[in-house]
């Protein structure tokens, strides 16, 4: 009688895991179908911050940000403050490496795809919400090693976390970033990106950039 109750602890042991590796396997499913619909133009403001050198360094740049519909990326600058090292290597560096990466080839180099990246379902974040965790396929400075936090209901991203599976640059020791996404006007957009980098003989360095949107492929934003 023992062994039969250890065999049926087992097997429902296994039907149990069965059916959870199903749910998990069709919310990942459901995620990597979350993109639509895509994003093919639009126009935003931005505010972009960096401090360096424990915060004795710092910039503010404002600008307009285009994406066109043939996938062309254009800024122009509204106003810039503070260290002009930090303006003109960092922030507008920042939107010129932005504007090379929409090379559709670079895009799908780095895009959250079975292609880049393998996943697991590693829990729920909070209320609603389930972390997925991103393994790179490869060491890359534009893959990262951390999570990914969507709807439970319908997979949809809302954050995406972690750290460079490569480090940018020699120089840099360690990178945390984080991006945020919302829906707005049913189409799924980021809406600020933070990081946080410590960097030999600058020490803590840190960055953001913040969206708001007033087109969005093709129609205004309220």
């Not at 795809?113 to 609603?128: C, E, H, I, L, R």
């Not at 890359?140 to 640059?169: A, C, K």
Request: proline letters at 5%.
């Amino acid at each position: 009688m023992k062994l039969v109750a250890i065999l049926a602890i087992v097997c429902l042991a296994s039907a149990v895991a069965a059916g959870a590796s199903k749910i998990d396997d069709a919310l990942i499913e459901q995620f990597l179908r979350s993109g639509r619909p895509e994003l093919t133009s639009c126009a935003a403001r931005r505010v972009l911050t960096a401090s360096t050198m424990g915060g004795r360094l710092r910039a503010r740049l404002e600008v307009w940000t285009y994406l066109d519909r043939d996938g062309t990326f254009r800024f122009d600058v509204i106003r810039g403050d503070g260290s002009r090292l930090l303006l003109e290597h960092v922030l507008i560096a920042a939107l010129e490496t932005e504007r090379r990466s929409r090379d559709p080839r670079v895009m799908a180099e780095v895009a959250l795809t079975p292609a880049n990246y393998d996943f697991d379902v590693a829990g729920p974040a909070s209320d609603g919400l389930v972390n997925i965790r991103l393994i790179p396929r490869r060491r890359s400075p534009m893959l990262l090693e951390g999570l990914v936090v969507v709807r439970q209901d319908n997979g949809d991203v809302v954050r995406v976390e972690g750290r460079p599976s490569e480090p940018p640059s020699s120089w840099t020791t360690r990178v945390d970033i984080i991006r945020r996404y919302e829906r707005i006007g049913g189409v799924r957009v980021p809406v600020e990106m933070v990081s946080e980098a410590q960097v030999r003989l600058a020490g803590a360095s840190s960055f953001s950039m913040t969206y708001h949107y007033t087109i969005i492929n093709g129609q205004a934003v309220r």
